[in-house]
């Protein structure tokens, strides 16, 4: 089952246990204890009785081959980010459906001739609507923000980064759509000949997955970057003539090209602060082959 995961790791330089040490830095913040507490809310505490029920499912019928194989899944992926150390709550929330369906047959099984408990269930699910917004974005952020006010929720983050009025996993994409079209007024206003050698690169894979998330609709090409998975997909087409770059800052963009021009900043309040007024760099003739630049870039994190 993991023989092609194993290989392609072989054949790139082990990159997951690169990663691993870069993320292991970012979030040593979190401990087991944290990653085991932040189940309980990651899952809706209204489904608490629901994934409990399916441990005792697993316990019960343990000897059974389908539960067998599923319980290994769930515990060989539990132990992984427990050993891991500093995991995200939401890393093992997928595989928690496996309890979802041990739970639900076990539930079935109880409520099947108590009609009582059913309706205390059926009560005591409806109650994860009160958390619902927490985990979608159905309000409007201004909505949103006062309602986790009401219900006390403050903005939180597993990577002790400084946060403005939303929590990370919503501040971390919010103003996408915006990043996207200011990176089309500056890729549109280039000539067609300087569009079709023009690469667009994000500083990171979220400034590159607004770039992606919103190609088709905005008529971009699809972003590189040097962040994570972009780096190892490579730099694509681009030849070191043009590129528009959206970052927080010039850095050492003077050191790797002939010419940089800022095409403007781009305001997203909401946003997790760092994310906030980036800039849009057109940056001309590097100074290096595309292929001695790339290996200097990479960024796993």
Known sequence: ?????????????????????????????????????????????????????????????RKEPATQMLSIIFLTILAILLINGHSKPEYLAPIFSVLF??????????????????GIIIAIQLTGVIVLPLALPILPVDTFLAYSKTLGMA???PEGHELAELPQFYAD???????????TAAYHSLSPEERSVCAIFGDNYGRSGAIDYFSDKYDLPLSIGSHNNYWI???????????????????DKADYFEEIRDMGVINSPYTIPYENNLHIYLCK?????????????????
């Open 1 to 61: 089952m993991f023989s092609p995961y194993l290989i392609w790791n072989a054949l790139h330089d082990w990159p997951t246990i690169e990663f691993l040490g870069g993320a292991a830095r970012k979030y040593d913040s979190l401990s087991p204890l944290s990653f085991l507490i932040g189940q309980f809310l990651i899952n809706n505490p209204s489904n608490l009785l629901i994934w409990t029920s399916g441990l005792i499912w697993f316990f019960k019928y």
């Open 101 to 118: 369906i041990g739970g639900a047959i076990l539930i079935e099984k109880w409520t099947a001739k108590r009609k009582t408990l059913a």
């Open 155 to 157: 903005p939180s983050t």
């Open 173 to 183: 994409m919010f103003g996408w759509e915006n990043q996207a079209k200011s990176i």
């Open 233 to 251: 997909w490579g730099p694509d087409n681009f030849n070191g003539e043009l590129v528009i770059i959206l970052s927080d800052e010039v850095g």
């Open 285 to 301: 003739n590097l100074k290096m082959p595309v292929s001695e630049l790339w290996p200097m870039i990479k960024s796993y994190n």
